[in-house]
């Protein structure tokens, strides 16, 4: 696998229309493609058709970038190395942005930064601080934009606002005691936010296990809520585990082909972490000094947590998916004749004595919760039919079955990359070429010239 970034091409793109420079200029207007939202999906999608000179107004709601520079803790990095950060054009890298540490993780400044710098380099048609209410298409096959700053008119849409839109919240017969300072995980920021005592972190995902072991490392007393995510080795025979699943074509492996087919988009991503160089996360070893683990949080009733007596299951769980992925690994090495270091497999430093099923807050030290239990996704503002019962979008690596509408950005979208800097990009090219091709422009500018299109990916 080719890990170099200093030989991509520098595409220029056609010349396109004069841009809105701010929301008073968009009242009324028609634009052939909306964006809607400027993370790294929008960014990403406004780059493939500027280089294909469709002209295009991306909108969002606060600023480009906006959830990695609110909704992310102070250590949070990266759990992927930073060579997967592959954004069109603007790989890891490019031009001395984002580092020179492929095999590193970024911290949440250096992502701030690369979004950044990425942005300028694009020159997006952006418009910032510009809600999207309503999304309607009318019996001609134009759709219609409920904003912020007044309604406007596309001819296609493209919706990259992601997919974790609103914390879920359980469903507890009673509501937690006043004076428990409850925090969701996109609202913590550091230990020293929450009042002094102890601390409930609800949810072992990415964000939960890594919230645990940031308060934990902090010297905090921390109760972790042990969720149904698996984990994953960081290291193993002598490589990132992500470069070994990489060169073995599983970030390259559409939905379709996946075992689980659409189900695997519900499935909990494997906790792991990036800080300090990269490491497991292993919630045993935290047990073993001091963190307490509970099984799934069941119910709250008159000042009394109730947990189920699934923890050894749920650990257990996690260790066995760890080790299957080590299981794939060596098979791959000895296929291969690759010649890496042999490594002794993980032992549990740990094991729960007894399950314990309730807990009274009152007996406890604990001042305030953590939730991490995860994001619904929330498209209730998109009034065309191309929702499943359950309100995700029905598609087709984002192409809906609305002549023009279509999404990018979400997890699982086309491949495990899709949510993600690492296969965003692809998916963007390929949304790209459909709206191209409704327009009759697929390779070519407003007038006819040919623009030099990149091969994402190779």
């Known amino acids: 696998m080719a890990l170099s970034?200093?030989?991509?091409?520098?595409?220029?793109?056609?010349?396109?229309?004069?841009?809105p420079a701010a929301p008073e200029d968009l009242a009324?207007?028609?634009w052939p493609v909306a964006v809607i939202g400027a993370g790294q999906a929008g960014l990403s999608m406004s780059r493939c058709l500027?280089?294909?000179?469709?002209?295009?107004?991306?909108?969002?709601?606060?600023?480009?970038?906006?959830?990695?520079?609110?909704?992310?803790?102070?250590?949070?990095?990266?759990?992927?190395?930073?060579?997967?950060?592959?954004?069109?054009?603007?790989?890891?890298?490019?031009?001395?942005?984002?580092?020179?540490?492929?095999?590193?993780?970024?911290?949440?400044?250096q992502i701030v930064d690369?979004?950044?710098?990425?942005?300028?380099?694009?020159?997006?048609?952006?418009?910032?601080?510009?809600?999207?209410?309503?999304?309607?298409?009318?019996?001609?096959?134009?759709?219609?934009?409920?904003?912020?700053?007044?309604?406007?008119?596309?001819?296609?849409?493209?919706?990259?606002?992601?997919?974790y839109h609103t914390p879920i919240a359980p469903p507890l017969s009673q509501p937690l005691p006043a004076e428990i300072t409850q925090v969701q995980s996109q609202d913590y920021k550091n230990a020293a936010q929450?009042?002094?005592?102890?601390?409930?972190?609800?949810?072992?995902?990415?964000?939960?296990?890594?919230?645990a072991e940031d308060l934990h490392l902090e010297g905090r007393q921390v109760h972790l809520v042990v969720g149904d995510a698996p984990r994953v080795a960081r290291f193993y025979r002598g490589r990132d585990v992500t470069d070994w699943l990489a060169?073995?074509?599983?970030?390259?492996?559409?939905?379709?082909?996946?075992?689980?087919?659409?189900?695997?988009?519900?499935?909990?991503?494997?906790?792991?972490?990036?800080?300090?160089?990269?490491r497991d996360i292993d919630l045993r070893a935290h047990a073993r000094d001091g963190m307490r683990l509970y099984g799934l949080l069941t119910d709250h009733r008159d000042?009394?947590?109730?947990?189920?007596?699934?923890?050894?299951?749920?650990?257990?769980?996690?260790?066995?998916?760890?080790?299957?992925i080590k299981d794939t690994i060596d098979r791959y090495i000895a296929q291969e004749g690759i010649d890496a270091p042999v490594e002794q497999r993980y032992t549990p430093v740990w094991r729960p004595e007894r399950e314990v099923t309730h807990l009274r807050l009152a007996a406890t030290g604990i001042t305030s919760v953590v939730w991490c239990i995860g994001f619904r996704h929330d498209f209730r503002w998109i009034d065309v039919p191309v929702f499943s019962g359950r309100g995700a979008p029905a598609h087709t690596r984002g192409v809906t079955s609305s002549p023009g509408l279509y999404f990018l950005g979400l997890p699982w979208l086309w491949t495990w990359g899709s949510g993600r800097f690492s296969g965003v990009g692809q998916d963007a090219e390929h949304l790209a070429e459909r709206i191209g091709s409704r327009r009759g422009l697929t390779g070519t500018g407003p007038r006819g010239d040919v623009c030099n299109v990149l091969a994402l990916g190779s």
């Open 303 to 324: 000042g009394v947590l109730h947990f189920d007596t699934d923890l050894a299951r749920r650990l257990d769980h996690a260790d066995e998916v760890s080790e299957s």
């Open 50 to 109: 500027q280089r294909r000179g469709i002209d295009h107004v991306v909108l969002e709601r606060a600023e480009v970038a906006h959830s990695w520079k609110t909704y992310r803790w102070d250590t949070f990095c990266l759990v992927t190395p930073n060579w997967q950060c592959r954004l069109p054009d603007f790989p890891y890298g490019h031009g001395g942005h984002g580092g020179d540490d492929p095999h590193g993780f970024m911290v949440r400044e």
């Open 114 to 163: 690369y979004l950044e710098a990425y942005r300028a380099f694009v020159d997006p048609p952006v418009v910032e601080g510009v809600e999207v209410t309503r999304l309607t298409r009318d019996e001609r096959g134009t759709y219609h934009l409920s904003t912020s700053a007044g309604g406007l008119t596309a001819d296609q849409v493209v919706v990259a606002t992601g997919g």
């Open 28 to 30: 009324g207007r028609h």
């Open 194 to 211: 929450l009042p002094p005592g102890e601390v409930l972190v609800v949810g072992s995902g990415q964000s939960g296990a890594q919230i």
């Open 247 to 278: 060169e073995m074509g599983y970030y390259d492996m559409p939905v379709t082909e996946h075992p689980r087919r659409e189900a695997v988009r519900a499935q909990a991503n494997h906790y792991v972490t990036g800080r300090d160089g990269g």
């Open 5 to 19: 970034t200093d030989t991509a091409p520098v595409i220029v793109a056609p010349r396109l229309p004069a841009r």
